[in-house]
Every structure is written in structure tokens, then in C-alpha cells.
């Protein structure tokens, strides 16, 4: 990474395509920082402030910062797939400001020493880390954990990811809580008895390759289960990586009752299909894994129309010998935080036409809002100056071995891309600069 040189403690943003998907804005607007906040926005030169230095940001897009709201950091017990500071790092690289992590780590995060340990600043992070606590003790699924106390603590939502909290009881009174609370409840949504060891999507390529597959109804049904029990309990209810045509309906269909649930979308859920596995490639193994061509056509079709709330990486590292294994003994998941923006206005914009404000929105405001991210994923003057900008029209060329991830497990390396990071930047500092 090139280092910038502003040292300024005033900055003035000039010329760019300032997107604010909150206000509708999209326009050429100037943006004054000072000491590491949105001090002014305006109308091209209209700024009435003074800056100590200029950037000359034309023909960039000027967003809020991206926030991911899936990430696994591998911290604490395996750093050799990842640290905090080289996912940050990975995270500032792909343009994201904020990361939210899961805890279903070594040991799990499900007390308040686990969650403050995560924020200490020991950890070296490069962007800010949210991190999100495990809903039942040690993920077991049996006992729930202490919403209150892991929320003082700075848990910023309660799941069990990884594994689904698959005890209808247990989930009623999560959401329960969660309506008490204010506190979002995610579930990774998979019947685990439909999938015992299933290795990818259940279909015609599962049969060819002779894989055993995992069912679109193991996650589908545990969809129409909790958003009954969101309805009922007035609970937020938030589907991370959601992967199915029916699993999406029935999240509309909640969403048109009014009740309380929200969802995201990975970039290789909207990119490839269970056809992508070709000759068993274990980069593309994930969970949930990838599905058929009409399931992404639904995805695409909820990214465009407001349905899904965010897109999330689920960025999940792992080392290279543990994915150098035949197919099914091979872990789940692949990396995802510098591919993330590329996919999202290769696939989404360029070929499919979705507005560079729903994109923006989808990685800012959307999560934001999901995790009730209080002056996060919008520019409004006082916030944080966490911005990411980007060339959306840079053609360039993702390359593995070039990630600031411990991990290469990405299906993606060697893929031309359009739409290139310029600068991350949290609370009016510098983190990645790539111009
Ligand atoms: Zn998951």
C-alpha cells in the first residue's frame, strides 16, 4: 500500500460523485473534514469552511463507509487463518470502514471479557470492529447468553453463526429479547438434519459430480419458522447469507406484514452458481453453498428491488493446506472483503443495471440500519468521517496472492473487475490508498 500524505486536520474533498443513499444524494458535491468529522457538505464550490489541503477527487464516487456486517476475523485461537489486523487490513483494502464479526471463534465469544477483548486496541485493528456475540453459551445451542450484559459490553447483535439456533423455543424467546432490547437476532438459517454431510446445493450438479447435496429447503424452512416467530414475538429477526429463491419469499411476504426481518446477500451467492464447482474446486466451498441459476436470478431480482437489506462478504479464511483436500473433507468458506465492491458493480451495475445508489445503499445504510448503527452508513455532518471512495469505472485484474488476508481461499483470483477502491478512510484517517 502507497501512504497518503494528508496530515492535515482539515481536508477538502473536491469535485467527486458524492452518493448518500439517506438524503437520495447523488450528485458533484465538496465535502470539508475536520478533526476526523463530516464538518460541511455542499453543492460543488459552495464548501464556506477553510481546509488546510485539497483532494481532487473528479471522477470518483464519494460514499459513506462500507460497512460488512459478516466477517469471520479468526480471532481469538486461529490466527493462522486470519487476525484482526490482517482482516482489517483486507478490510480497509476492499473499502470497508466497519466490520462486524462473528463469534464463532476458539473459544466462542459469549461474554463480555470475549466481546471487549475483541475492541482492545492490542488488536491492532485497521477499521472499526462491531463485534457480535454468540446467542447461546459456546454456540451449543442449549442456553442462551446474557443479551444485556454482552450488549453494555459492545455486542452490536446475538447469533449463533456457523450453526443455526435451531431450538424453535429458544429462538422465540432470542427474539424476545431482542424486541426488549433493540438488539438484532441473525440466524444462519439451515435445518441441520436436512443437510448432515452434504457438501453443496442439492440438484443435477450435485448428482453428476456425486456429491452428497444440501437441500434450498433446509435453509427455506427455517426461514418460514422465524419470521413467524419475528411476527409473533415483535423481535428483529436479520438472515444472514441468505441463498434461496424460497427462503427470499418468505422474507417478502414478512416484510409486507410488517414484521421485523431483514436480510443479507454474499457476492458469490449473486455471482456463480453450483455450476461454478466445475471439477470440484474447493474454493467453491461454502456454507450455504452455491445454488441454482434460478435462485440467483431471485437474488439479483431482491438485490434491485429493495428486498435484501445488505450485502455482506462472510469473508472466512482459511489456510491453504486445509483446502487442499478432496471436496468433501474440505472446509467451508471462502475470503470475500477485497472482491466485495468489484463484484458488486461488475455484476450488479454492469450487467444487470442496478443504480450505483442501491449498491452504495446495500453496503452503507442497509446494515446500518440492520445493526441500528447510530451515525454509521451516511454522510451527515458531526458524523465520523468514515468514507470510502472509489473509481466505479477502473477495469483491473483481483490477484490472491496480492491480498492483505493470511487466506487465498477466493474463487475469484485472476477475475478482470470493474469498479476499483481509491481510499478507505475512518474517522478522517487514511487507511488504504490505492490511487
Ligand atoms: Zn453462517
Not at 452458481?273 to 445454488?291: A, V
Not at 469498479?419 to 490508498?433: D, F, K
Request: one cysteine or more.
Amino acid at each position: 500500500m502507497r501512504e497518503h500524505g494528508f496530515k492535515a486536520d482539515s481536508l477538502l474533498i473536491k469535485g467527486a460523485r458524492v452518493i448518500d443513499p439517506l438524503s437520495r444524494l447523488d450528485a458533484e458535491w465538496d465535502l470539508l473534514l475536520r478533526e476526523g468529522r463530516i464538518a460541511e457538505l455542499a453543492p460543488k464550490h459552495r464548501i464556506r469552511g477553510a481546509a488546510e489541503e485539497t483532494f481532487d477527487a473528479r471522477g470518483l464516487v464519494l460514499a459513506p463507509g462500507f460497512i460488512d456486517m459478516h466477517v469471520h476475523l479468526r480471532e481469538p485461537g486461529q490466527s493462522q487463518k486470519e487476525t484482526i489486523a490482517t482482516g482489517t487490513a483486507a478490510a480497509a483494502a476492499g473499502g470497508f470502514t466497519s466490520v462486524c464479526c462473528m463469534p464463532n471463534t476458539s473459544p466462542v465469544i459469549d461474554s463480555q471479557e470475549w466481546v471487549r477483548w475483541l475492541q482492545q486496541p492490542e488488536r491492532g485493528a485497521r477499521v472499526n470492529v462491531f463485534p457480535i456475540a454468540a446467542a447461546t453459551m459456546q454456540s451449543q445451542g442449549e442456553a442462551l447468553t446474557d443479551f444485556p450484559a454482552l450488549k453494555r459490553a459492545g455486542a452490536v447483535g446475538i447469533s449463533d453463526d456457523g450453526r443455526p439456533l435451531l431450538d424453535g423455543k429458544l429462538m422465540r424467546q432470542a427474539l424476545q429479547l431482542s424486541s426488549r432490547l433493540k438488539l438484532t437476532v441473525i440466524q444462519h438459517a439451515e435445518d441441520t438434519r436436512m443437510t448432515v454431510s452434504g457438501s453443496m446445493h442439492e440438484g443435477a450438479t450435485s448428482f453428476r459430480l456425486g456429491l452428497r447435496g444440501m437441500p434450498g429447503a433446509a435453509e427455506s424452512a427455517m426461514v418460514e419458522r422465524d419470521v413467524k416467530l419475528a411476527h409473533s414475538s415483535g423481535g428483529h429477526l436479520h438472515i444472514a447469507h441468505l441463498s434461496t429463491a424460497d427462503a427470499l419469499s418468505f422474507v417478502r411476504r414478512a416484510k409486507r406484514a410488517k414484521a421485523r426481518v431483514t436480510c443479507e446477500v454474499t457476492p458469490h451467492h449473486f455471482t456463480l452458481t453450483d455450476q461454478d464447482i466445475g471439477d470440484y474446486d474447493t474454493n467453491c466451498k461454502m456454507n450455504p453453498p452455491l445454488r441454482s441459476a434460478a435462485d440467483r436470478e431471485a437474488i439479483l431480482a431482491g438485490l434491485a428491488d429493495g428486498s435484501i437489506d445488505a450485502i455482506a462478504t462472510d469473508h472466512a479464511p482459511h489456510a491453504a493446506q486445509e483446502k487442499q483436500m478432496e471436496f468433501e473433507r474440505a472446509p467451508f468458506g471462502v475470503t470475500g472483503l477485497e472482491t466485495a465492491l468489484g463484484l458488486a458493480i461488475s455484476e450488479l451495475h454492469g450487467k444487470h443495471q442496478v443504480p450505483l445508489i442501491r449498491i452504495v445503499e446495500l453496503f452503507t445504510l442497509g446494515p446500518a440500519r440492520v445493526l441500528k448503527l447510530n451515525g454509521r452508513g451516511t454522510l451527515v455532518p458531526g458524523n465520523q468521517a468514515d468514507l470510502t471512495i472509489f473509481d466505479p469505472k477502473r477495469r483491473w485484474t483481483f490477484e490472491a496472492a496480492a491480498s492483505l488476508s493470511k487466506s487465498r481461499n477466493t474463487p475469484f483470483d485472476g477475475w478482470r473487475l470493474t469498479g476499483r477502491l481509491a481510499m478507505t478512510m475512518v474517522s478522517g484517517r487514511i487507511v488504504h490508498y490505492a490511487l
